[in-house]
């Protein structure tokens, strides 16, 4: 069964009733079939113009789920979305960016998503929408690991909201691959900096992607450079025991030992290019 609907309220209604999966860019979709043919049913929601676009309200920016990448490097997006549209420019080439969607990245739950850590560090939130109703969870909550997620089979991820308070904030993503284009990250770290008229920081959110089963924020870190002065030589601040939580794995491209020292590397680096940007 394939089902096209042109409505979120039919799209729900069509996922609660088929029991069927979401197709949207299909990016992620038909690479994880393989060889295998499509069994279930399909609810190809490409059609659905309401989870398109971004837009703001009094305190949020929110974009629609199946706002592309090439959509938001494409948008008038204030400086705090500088790490966002950067982690846009990386996934996959231009070809991918301009079909694939952010709650595809989302939904997916790859451990090396680019879009999880910047949205992370923009400290979104998740919108699901079903038959019955819509609830709102934070991002750092609804990805529970490798390709796992909180998100219910009768649930369409409709948008993604983040605060207007990290609207000027000073941003950076950073990925690390084997190569420049086309590749999976090794690491990602992605900061946003709330810097105070002071120049010192207010609000610090810095994640890690590629480096556990799923993206983390670094909290302890994070806690640290509140009041610290926002200058040249902040990479320093950062110390191994700020990594402690990740648990990277060894595979064909890295081993845990090297990503690890990777993401101190790149957190140091990041912090670093946000305080050149704030000045
Ligand atoms: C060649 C290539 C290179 C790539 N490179 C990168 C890269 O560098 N970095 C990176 O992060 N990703 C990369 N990707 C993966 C992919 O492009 C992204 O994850 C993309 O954002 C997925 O979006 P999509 O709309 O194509 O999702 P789909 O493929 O349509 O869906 C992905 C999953 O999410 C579910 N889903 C989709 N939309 C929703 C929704 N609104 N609500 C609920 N569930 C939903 C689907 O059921 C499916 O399980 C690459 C893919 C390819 C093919």
């Excluded at 949020?60 to 846009?88: C, Q, S, Y």
């Excluded at 079909?99 to 949205?119: F, H, K, R, Y």
């Excluded at 799923?214 to 994070?222: D, F, I, P, Q, V």
């Amino acid at each position: 069964m394939y089902l096209r609907p042109t409505t979120l309220e039919e799209a729900v209604h069509a996922l609660a009733e088929s029991r069927g999966t979401i197709l949207s860019g299909g990016t992620d979709f038909f690479p994880a079939l393989g060889d295998r043919a499509v069994t279930a049913p399909v609810i190809d929601i490409s059609a659905v113009a309401e989870l398109k676009g971004i837009h703001s309200t009094g305190d949020t920016i929110t974009m629609g789920g199946r706002t592309t990448w090439h959509e938001i490097l494409d948008a008038p997006l204030p400086r705090g979305f500088d790490g966002l549209k950067a982690a846009a420019r990386e996934v996959g080439s231009v070809q991918i960016q301009h079909v694939a969607t952010i709650a595809g990245n989302l939904c997916n739950a790859s451990p090396a998503a680019d879009g999880i850590p910047a949205l992370m560090a923009l400290d979104a939130e998740v919108t699901l929408a079903s038959v019955s109703g819509m609830r709102r969870i934070p991002l750092a909550n609804f990805v529970l690991g490798n390709r796992r997620t909180k998100r219910r089979p009768d649930e369409i991820l409709s948008a993604v909201t983040v605060p207007r308070r990290l609207e000027n904030s000073a941003s950076a993503f950073l990925k690390l691959g084997s190569r420049r284009y086309l590749v999976i990250s090794i690491a990602m770290v992605a900061a946003n900096l709330v810097i105070d008229e002071r120049g010192k920081i207010a609000e610090a959110l810095l994640a890690v992607g590629a480096c556990s089963a799923s993206a983390l924020r670094l909290r302890e870190l994070e806690q640290s450079l509140r009041g610290v002065p926002a200058q040249p030589g902040i990479g320093r601040k950062v110390k191994q025991q700020h990594l402690a939580e990740l648990s990277p794995i060894d595979d064909i491209r890295a081993t845990a030992v090297y990503r690890k020292e990777a993401a101190q590397v790149l957190v140091e680096r990041a912090l670093e290019s946000c305080v050149e940007r704030a000045s």
